[in-house]
């Protein structure tokens, strides 16, 4: 069935459902308002119009069955194509010249040109090319920001190396501020399971000001949180801050109490400590 005969059956459809839903309509008020059954006068139409409908189906089909066995087909209409007929003019007939003039006149006949396609230097390689350029450049990208990343942890390693070597000897005996650096690498590590305690010289010991601003000042510089700078202090140095919780030193790393080792705050993006700087210079 073709689009031709698809519209006429959509638009008998849709009226045949027009109808169905008029035909219930009415019917439906008829018997609400008037008590009046329309079925009882339809059925017997509808019934009679179903049948009719079967039989002409039927019928058409018998007989059409029966012509087709007695010869009679229907043949298909076929328009002949339109022949064009055009005249052809007779060529002149020329004079007979002879064979060494007719050749002369024919055109040289030039050999075939050969051409090859060079498929591995096509433009189709290019976007797998360029893909894979971008990949390496990424690459090295990544390298060389891995690279800069691990140098400047080294630079801030020896910066907070050099620190503790400046402001703990007065405190600490040369065996012990050893042990310092190497729980100061255990905490740049997270390896806060190794720590080795210490105790400071009797003479001169380090007090909690102290002990407090210097783990304020190496944390930031290692980006150590407040807490684990607490903890590194309370492990490191337990009788010096015997009387201390690691609340009160988190929450108080930081603070303007006078004491010997004072709170160095870098500038944005330096890890220099200035007391070092002011040596320096």
Known sequence: ????????????CFILSLLSVAFTIVSSYLFMKHQINVMQYSTPVILVTVLAIITCGVLNKVFKKLLSEFGFKSTPITQEPATIIVPIEEAPVEDHQPE???QEEKEPVTPPINITINLENSGSVQPATAKSNILDSYEEAMEINERKSRERRIEIMNAVREYT?????EFLSKEDLATLLE?????????????VPLRSKID???????????????GHRLNI?????????KSVFPFELREATIEYLEK??????PSKIKIDVPKKGDYRFKCMMKEAA
């Open 165 to 169: 070597i400046e402001v703990m000897p």
């Open 204 to 218: 001169n010991p380090l007090k909690s000001p102290d002990l407090r601003h210097f783990a304020w000042n190496i």
């Open 252 to 257: 108080n790393l930081r603070d303007s109490v």
């Open 100 to 102: 060494d003039t007719i």
């Open 183 to 195: 729980n100061i690498n255990y905490m740049s590590c997270g390896d806060t399971d190794k720590y």
């Open 1 to 12: 069935m073709n689009y031709s005969t698809q519209i006429p059956m959509r638009k008998l």
């Open 225 to 233: 949180p407040m807490r684990d700078r607490a903890l590194f202090i």
